[in-house]
């Protein structure tokens, strides 16, 4: 069994800033890319950032700047800073991982954690 924890959601205002968590357990062999996802009330989920295992990374165009994504693989870990947050960034954040355990590979979801922003 695999799970995905996120933590470090919560309200601030605009312009402050959020470093959400995620940390993978379970019987866990590999982990491949880790990624962070939002859905906005009545919108899609849409991708935030993505990070290799290696560390290479990959960001939503609009939040290119504001938004870093970095990962610890000891822990098992990704992380998601977020810098000058707006209104519109407020939604539920889901961590997303590609893991192998022995004979399968897939990927899972976390719970999400919900970010508000004020204005």
């Known amino acids: 069994q695999v799970q995905l924890v996120e933590s470090g959601g919560g309200l601030v205002q605009a312009g402050g800033s959020l470093r959400l968590s995620c940390a993978a357990s379970?019987?866990?062999?590999?982990?491949?890319?880790m990624g962070w996802y939002r859905q906005a009330p009545g919108k899609q989920r849409e991708l935030v950032a993505t990070?290799?295992?290696?560390?290479?990374?990959n960001y939503a165009d609009s939040l290119l700047g504001r938004f870093t994504i970095s990962r610890d693989n000891a822990k098992k870990t990704v992380y998601l800073q977020m810098n000058s947050l707006k209104p519109e960034d407020t939604a539920v954040y889901y961590c997303?991982?590609?893991?192998?355990?022995?004979?399968?590979?897939?990927?899972?979801w976390g719970q999400g954690t919900q970010v508000t922003v004020s204005s």
């Open positions: 990070i290799t295992n290696s560390g290479s990374t």
């Open positions: 379970g019987r866990i062999l590999d982990i491949n890319d």
């Open positions: 997303n991982a590609d893991v192998g355990t022995w004979g399968l590979r897939r990927g899972y």
